[in-house]
């Protein structure tokens, strides 16, 4: 029903920039919790950052003071503006739309970003 559509990834040098968005169609009502999640090869599914619709954002430890998630409640938008880039970062992201601890929420397709001279 919910259908996240990232956009914006792609090629960036290391200590270089990306913004990324991802607008989740298919909901009446605000998304309670948004976030960004990345996955590089032969490697799990981890959270980036989170959101609520409240503001409170939460940050995995490896991107805290480089990236910012951010988000437009009444368009169920959600960003993800990356900052000093580096190859590690390299990797899949996902956007998720209304997940909890309880409920899984909604995946996007993915969008590659890829950090590498």
């Known amino acids: 029903q919910v259908q996240p559509v990232e956009s914006g990834g792609g090629l960036v040098q290391p200590g270089g920039s990306l913004r990324l968005s991802c607008a989740a169609s298919?909901?009446?009502?605000?998304?309670?919790?948004m976030g960004w999640y990345r996955q590089a090869p032969g490697k799990q599914r981890d959270l980036v950052a989170t959101?609520?619709?409240?503001?409170?954002?939460n940050y995995a430890d490896s991107v805290k003071g480089r990236f910012t998630i951010s988000r437009e409640n009444a368009k169920n938008t959600v960003y993800l503006q990356m900052n000093s880039l580096k190859p590690e970062d390299t990797a899949v992201y996902y956007c998720?739309?209304?997940?909890?601890?309880?409920?899984?929420?909604?995946w996007g397709q993915g969008t590659q970003v890829t950090v590498s001279s």
């Open positions: 959101i609520t619709s409240g503001g409170v954002t």
């Open positions: 998720n739309a209304g997940g909890t601890a309880y409920r899984r929420g909604s």
């Open positions: 298919g909901s009446d009502f605000r998304i309670r919790t």
